[in-house]
């Protein structure tokens, strides 16, 4: 079982930028694709960005443009940049790994904070 470790999260004014780290005990190859959630007081976990074994990344409009997932297989290490940050933006964000069928391994969550 590969665990799932994020880091980088903080208290950021509006316009800022952050860069969160998702560090993998184990090979993050084998997976399908590996993704970052965000979960907001009172929401629903959302998908921020999906980056596949193959290199393709998706975003929801929400983010598009100011968030890029990139990954280490190396490193067995993903990171988020986030850019032009917004007061909604801020959330709990948490990373994941999807296996055949389904996302199977998340993160504790790092928190980000964005101040108007």
């Known amino acids: 079982q590969v665990q799932l470790a994020e880091s980088g999260g903080g208290l950021v004014q509006t316009g800022g930028s952050l860069r969160l780290s998702c560090a993998a005990s184990?090979?993050?190859?084998?997976?399908?694709?590996m993704g970052w959630y965000r979960q907001a007081p009172g929401k629903q976990r959302e998908l921020v960005a999906i980056?596949?074994?193959?290199?393709?990344?998706t975003y929801p409009d929400s983010v598009k443009g100011r968030f890029t997932i990139t990954r280490d297989n190396a490193k067995n290490t993903v990171y988020l940049q986030m850019n032009s940050l917004k007061p909604e933006d801020t959330a709990v964000y948490y990373c994941?790994?999807?296996?055949?069928?389904?996302?199977?391994?998340w993160g504790q969550g790092t928190q980000v904070t964005v101040s108007s």
């Open positions: 184990g090979s993050i190859f084998s997976f399908t694709a």
């Open positions: 980056i596949t074994s193959g290199g393709h990344t």
């Open positions: 994941a790994a999807r296996g055949r069928v389904d996302w199977e391994e």
